[in-house]
């Protein structure tokens, strides 16, 4: 008998806890990423914006995701696409406007769909009213002082105040022209330069975003994504690091300006204020630690919610090397009580379609489409390994639809700053910000009727949302069909192990309860038994005589109940 993508019947909405409902809701929840200005266009300026998103919340719901988390849409200069805030209390009017924000939350609440914000409280734009006053005032100003100004070292100032490096390339502070016209003094700045660092040692900063915090729960939104959750305290005094490969660190050793120990009274701060409100609100950490152990820091009891587990999206398409990076989540999260969560792709790393299509070892950021099949069939598997782990999963928009990253955008029409500055962090994060196809036609294929921002294949025609639905076995029903029997299932969703099952070599097999998942991560067919009734395949099996024939890169869910 051969099977593809069988699955049972959803139940019908009334069977199944709508998620006002349920409690602890986040421990499981799929929450799913929406780039603002790559979703959907209202108003036909090539941008998407959040009425946009309103509209296609439907689609979400019907997805059947949990959660919507918007990246940033306050008022920017968009130097690093919003991630650089002039004013935490305003929507950039490329998105719309504050009433756009309260109906967007309001009709996501209808739907029983929860909207969770982007922070970024590590540093702000520097058009933000306390850096330009800072730079107006000149020396001595107080307002100096909510960021990182310091003299420069060398006989005239004229050298950086340490040795570190931004992220996105070259020195991490840039020196400033004062009010008299003079060179004078320095700012940190981790990312570009016009995003400079707050000081988390003042007061008035702490202060300013308890009050940030306050105005966006009033508002009615149902949690954070914190920016950079890792970076807010420095190290006293600023050290040298005295390593001149510095971006070969990152991620593997605590640094002086990220993990620091003293970032935890922060969100435990925060945590009074959020517990404040009903509705189980919740905070999730963008937080880029060298281990999961360092990361289930950020998830105590009193501290955060949930925290991303980058070790897991960084894992190759490997059997032996995904079962290390589950086996020690599951182990870190236990001890502190919080959930594991699971993520493939998000806007700032090639989508794992192509990284999957790729030969093993090229990191995060890949500019080679690389073997396209074969990066949507491991893909496909890596999905239904990814959502049926315990604790909460991720999904980033358009990874439903199979896109892969556009690695030929051309150079003019890029806009991430990091591709600018040489030697940044890759700089290449365009080609999995291009925005996502609706339709077969138009334009855009149904983001706008003006084009978009960023120019999309012409094949991608075929993958969008309309070439895909009711087809069976497109990648879009594979999701939608996945997130129904997760809700229905009772042993998906919410857990703190696995049982590992004996598999061939390459193969991962486990149990939750009736529960069993197989992933074969090799290139060729394997042969396991047939544990029941299959639930979900990622690609065509074939089962006789109690065995059931699973394909290369391909997940097999079943049920024994």
Known sequence: ????????????????????????????????????????????????????????????????????????????????????????????????????????????????????????????????????????????????????????????????????????????????????????????????????????????????????????????????????????????????????????????????????????????????????????????????????????????PDELHQAFNFQYLGTHWDAEELRQVIDRTLEAMRPVGAPATWVLSNHDVTRHATRFANPAGLGTQIREAGDRDLGLRRARAATLLMLALPGSAYIYQGEELGLPDVVDLPDEVRQDPAYFRGAGQDGFRDGCRVPIPWTREGSSYGFGTGGSWLPQPAEWADLSVESQTGVAGSTLELYRTALATRRTEPDLGAGESVEWLRAPEGVLAFRRGEFVCVANTTGESVTTPAYGRVLLSSGEITEADGETKVPSDTTVWWTTA
Do not use: C
């Open 1 to 300: 008998m051969s099977q593809q993508h069988s699955a049972a019947d959803p139940a019908p909405t009334s069977a199944v806890a709508t998620v006002a409902q349920r409690r602890d809701w986040w421990r499981d929840a799929v929450i799913y990423q929406v780039y603002p200005r790559s979703f959907a266009d209202s108003n036909g300026d090539g941008m998407g914006d959040l009425e946009g998103i309103r509209s296609r919340l439907p689609y979400l719901r019907d997805l059947g995701i949990d959660a919507v988390w918007l990246s940033p849409f306050y008022a920017s200069p968009q130097a690093d696409a919003g991630y650089d805030v002039a004013d935490y209390r305003a929507v950039d009017p490329m998105f719309g406007n504050l009433l756009d924000a309260d109906a967007l939350i309001r009709d996501a609440h209808e739907l029983d769909l929860r909207i969770i914000v982007d922070l970024v409280p590590n540093h702000s734009s520097d058009q933000h009213e306390w850096f330009k006053r800072a730079l107006r005032e000149g020396p001595g100003s107080s307002l100096r002082d909510r960021y990182h100004f310091r003299p420069g070292k060398g006989e005239n100032g004229e050298l950086p105040p340490n040795d570190w490096e931004s992220i996105f390339g070259g020195p991490a502070w840039t020196r400033v022209t004062e009010p008299d016209g003079s060179l004078g003094e320095w700012y940190l700045h981790l990312f570009a330069p016009e995003q400079p660092d707050f000081n988390w040692e003042h007061p008035a900063v702490g202060d300013e975003f308890r009050s940030i915090l306050r105005f966006w729960l009033d508002m009615g939104v149902d949690g954070f994504r914190i920016d950079v959750a890792h970076g807010l305290v420095k190290a006293e005094g600023l050290p040298d690091l005295g390593d001149h490969d510095q971006l070969k660190l990152l991620g593997n050793d605590v640094m002086p300006f990220f993990d620091q120990d003293g970032v935890h009274e922060v969100y435990r701060q925060w945590r009074l204020i959020l517990d404040e409100y009903a509705g189980e609100r919740i905070f999730v950490a963008e937080a880029w630690t060298p281990t999961v152990e360092r990361t289930a820091n950020y998830v105590r």
